[in-house]
């Protein structure tokens, strides 16, 4: 018998709930005799975690199909068999028109299923069902525990799917409906992790603060319930969390903000629009004014509070006016960096129905918001130079000596530092500006200190 250990490459598309998806899945491959690689050359099972999110993002599966159909067919020819599992958020909305319409894919799993993944290979390879997209709110306890992560930064899903049911957004149907972990089950993940040396967690959910899992006492916990209990492990130095709405920006996340010093400074929270009318037509539940009055009173909360966001340009009736209405929102809030991107129909979303605007018109309002955007992230990032701030070193860079961390801010600082330093927080004094980066040294026993 070969006793050989199958190998496996998993590719990751789209947000950080993948990211976490798949490293959750590699534990499920463990556990049926499979070791990861870093590339598709050699290996018994490509994994595609795919994104649903905008058309480009979907698209980008079939034609990565399309190239690793030469891979199997070529292993096939030297009588080596390789399979192809696509999951993620693609699986769970297209399910086996995926297999309809590129037959080299073996197995289709969907966010929901993935605890499954061993099981639907081997139905499939038994000439069995070969899709697997069940809702399973079972899913967390079915996981086998992670391995020790070697890396200082570590996700963490708490929370996910959504019930909001933005009119552009296609998570309510492929994650589906807003589901909160137990607490003391949060805990204990994150107790693992730190014992292995990890010392920032970013808790993960769709809508992140919309937590609401069981705590230990009976009650429903809060987001800010749990930071503050996860605050109290020692090892733990640096919480961040993401994707937030501000419907659920509650007072006592907001107060926590100000309360808890492991909590980082920099919130990504996307308003969309800054237009009433089109916020309206997204269904956010919420309009300018209410954005500016969170922001305003999380600042007064975390004076340097970093702020992030998502926009949406080219949304089915935004006109000229609408779109000023975005850019004086950017002007007026000050990002520390910010997504954009045109609108992309999703099907069956309500939005994809309804009349749309111009591509052209969507490309010159993109560029226009991200030059506004680009000015505000080199804005914010030339304000830290000079300044000392504490970094978390996390791995190598791309020159020999040099280490990348991030600064509370999420920024990526490049310091020159030894390897041994991986998992340390340092000051360090920022020297310069890269395009997406800075530069630092590490910080003698001088230096204006930014934060604690
Ligand atoms: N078109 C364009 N952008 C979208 N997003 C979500 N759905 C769409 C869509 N149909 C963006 C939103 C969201 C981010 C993750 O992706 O800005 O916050
Ligand atoms: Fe999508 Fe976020 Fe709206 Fe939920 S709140 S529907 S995940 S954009």
Known sequence: MNTARR?????????????????????VLAREGYEPVEGPDGADLIVLNTCNIREKAAEKVYSEVGRIRHLKEAARREGRRVEIAVAGCVAQAE??????????????????SYHRLGETLARARQGGAAVETEFDETKFERLPAPPKSAAPSAFLTVQEGCDKFCTFCVV??????EFSR????????????????????????????????????GRDWSLARLILELAELPELARIRYTTSHPRDMSDDLIAAHGACEKLMPYLHLP??????????????????EAYFSIIDRLRQARPDLALSGDFIVGFPGEEEEDFAATLDLVERVGYASAYSFKYSPRPGTPAASREQVAESVKAERLARLQALIGEQQKRFNAATVGLTMDVLLERPGRRAGQLVGRSPFLQAVNVDA??????????????GLGSNSLFARLAGAAGERLTA
Do not use: W
């Open 418 to 431: 030894p390897g041994r330093q991986i998992g340390e927080i340092v000051p360090v004094v920022v020297e």
């Open 172 to 177: 309510p149907y492929t994650r589906g409906g």
């Open 271 to 288: 308003v969309q629009s800054g237009s009433d009318r089109i916020l309206a037509a997204m269904n956010r539940r919420h309009g300018r």
């Open 182 to 217: 137990p607490a003391a089950k949060i805990v204990a993940e994150a107790k693992r992790l730190l014992s292995s040396g990890v010392r920032e967690i970013m808790l993960l959910g769709q809508n992140v603060n919309a937590y609401h899992g069981k705590g230990p006492d």
């Open 7 to 27: 190998k496996v490459f998993i590719k990751t598309y789209g947000c950080q709930m993948n990211v976490y998806d798949s490293a959750r899945m590699a534990d």
């Open 95 to 112: 399910g086996e028109e995926i297999i309809r319409r590129a037959p080299a894919v073996d197995v289709v799993v969907g966010p929901q």
